[in-house]
């Protein structure tokens, strides 16, 4: 972002980019392996995913991404839904929100400390009883996802069920920024 040595000065780069001087020269310097081992120890490390939440329910069907070269172009067009699992001070709860992708506005969450099926189909029918049905309704393969509540509850309404492909983070990528908000903020 900053050009150093080009026609316009770092300092006035720094303003228009409301950022401070000292942050544009600042370069990080890499921790000693001593404190690395150290902060192993303690437990100490970055904010990602480690559980495998997603992972189909035995037998489940898997549908087809839909959304390769779709134009989102109106609210209630694409829905997608994904959970995180905050941590606590013992174990996890459990975090599901419907989105709306043109949006972006969150319709409906639920929090459980059990990870099946149940809570999420709740928030799926408060979604659908209060914005309509949308066209395309996009999650990961999780079970949850994957289960028979969940997928005949879009059925019944007339939906078209689209699952992100195995490992593909990206096609949900809405929903998870949010949980990068969620997590950080």
């Known amino acids: 972002m900053i050009e150093r040595g080009g026609e316009v000065p770092v300092e006035r780069?720094?303003?228009?980019?409301?950022?401070?001087?000292?942050?544009?020269?600042?370069?990080?310097?890499?921790?000693?392996?001593?404190?690395?081992?150290?902060?192993?120890?303690?437990g100490i490390e970055?904010?990602?995913?480690?559980?495998?939440?997603?992972?189909p329910a035995r037998g489940a069907a898997v549908y087809p991404y839909l959304l390769g070269h779709l134009?989102?172009?109106?609210?209630?067009?694409?829905?997608?839904?994904?959970?995180t699992y905050p941590p606590m001070a013992h174990g996890f709860l459990y975090l599901m929100a419907i989105l709306d992708v043109y949006s972006r506005k969150v319709?409906?969450?639920?929090?459980?400390n059990t990870l099946?099926?149940?809570?999420?189909?709740?928030?799926?029918?408060?979604?659908?009883?209060r914005y309509g049905r949308p066209e395309i309704?996009?999650?990961?393969?999780?079970?949850?996802?994957?289960?028979?509540?969940?997928?005949?509850?879009?059925?019944?309404?007339?939906?078209?069920?689209?699952?992100d492909g195995k490992g593909r983070w990206i096609d949900n990528v809405f929903i998870e920024q949010l949980w990068?908000?969620?997590k950080y903020e």
């Open 13 to 42: 780069q720094a303003a228009l980019l409301e950022l401070s001087r000292s942050s544009v020269y600042y370069e990080p310097r890499p921790l000693p392996e001593r404190d690395l081992q150290l902060m192993r120890r303690m």
């Open 71 to 83: 134009a989102i172009e109106r609210f209630g067009q694409v829905w997608a839904a994904d959970i």
């Open 180 to 182: 990068r908000s969620v």
């Open 116 to 129: 099946s099926a149940d809570f999420c189909v709740e928030a799926l029918e408060e979604a659908l009883a």
């Open 137 to 163: 309704f996009n999650t990961d393969q999780g079970a949850q996802f994957t289960a028979a509540e969940w997928t005949a509850t879009l059925k019944d309404a007339g939906v078209a069920i689209s699952m």
């Open 107 to 112: 319709l409906t969450w639920r929090l459980s």
């Open 46 to 55: 970055a904010l990602y995913s480690k559980r495998r939440t997603s992972r």
